[in-house]
């Protein structure tokens, strides 16, 4: 396949130039100008910029358990249509993937149902019940990538201690969701930056990497940087959301406005849109957290995320450098999670995210996921995901 025409951002390389691309299952060549070969197919990039594929890592899939919250089919078909060429999906299933044979399981689901690529989350406490560490050997053996008990926080310091130690040698880093369950109902902030303060202290002090999952407030960016100064290996991430939104949209939601951890003040919004421009923000992901109407109308925490993401970021964050915008969706995420991609660099997975400054209106009852509530449904976004090539293979054109 030869993508002709478009603006290549590859931040990794260096390069943000009208290029052409040739693929088969990975990268062949970048260039200024290549002649197709007879048999080629062509896909007219112009007007587009062409990526890496971009890696959404924290997404909720449902599976296993929740089905008719989201499917492996449902779910990666709203990333390729979202743009995304993979996504690396949170174990508070049912049961949890909380160890090496569930993390298998999962993985031969996915290589025979999912539209892109799928790379599993495993557990920190077995059943994500925060008592007893899990086996990180065996599960990195089987696929995990990262480990999260994300939905909850691993609420006794001891075990969430002890698990570092036994992670200690395991590349896959930790991801904490930041929020104490017994201080949440007092001071819902507080209840934040106290878990992201403790955690970011044991990463320090054990030199485990510790990402930081959907930081929401001025104090958690504050705090980064001060553990950061100690030393901590501690990426972190924002979603579209929290970006964006307030107390106020939540407000006006109602019941489906709730969300984990929930919207806040103008000025958070505004301190992570700067920490984004600032670089203290590393990534960009969606937290895209499915149910059912039903359950949303009842209070079901999470928004649907995967298909407005990307608008939602550029409309957040308009100024952001291309470069940054795409590094923060590939080549970062694909350092933390230490998995390939990130890059078009001759070699690597053909995995090309293709999307244009092209506005459009966000219509949710049109989702692939079966999740249809976003604060952002209505909304007109400036960029949309014009096609998707995983492994070499076109997933979505719009
Ligand atoms: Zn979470």
Redesign the pocket.
Known sequence: MVIRGGRVVDPVQGIDALRDVRTNDVVVEIAEHLEPHAGETVIDASGAVVAPGFIDMHVHLREPGNPEKETIESGTEAAVRGGFTAVACMPNTVPALDDAIAVANLRGEVARRARCRVYAIGAITRGRAGEEPCDYAAMTHAGAVAFSD??DSVADVRVLYDAAGAAADVGAVFIS?CEDAMLKPIDARLAESAVVARDLLIAAATGKTWHV??LSLHASLELLRLVRSLGASAPAEVTPHHLTCTQEVARDLGPPGTV?PPLRSERDARALRDGVRDGTIDVLAS?HAPHTQQEKRAGAAGFTGLEIALGAYAAAIPDLPLPRFVALLSSHPARVLGVPGGTLRPGSPADLTLFADREWRVDASQFASFGRTTPFDGAVLPRKAVATIVGGEVRYRA
């Open positions: 994300d939905g969701h999952a959907h984990n937290d």
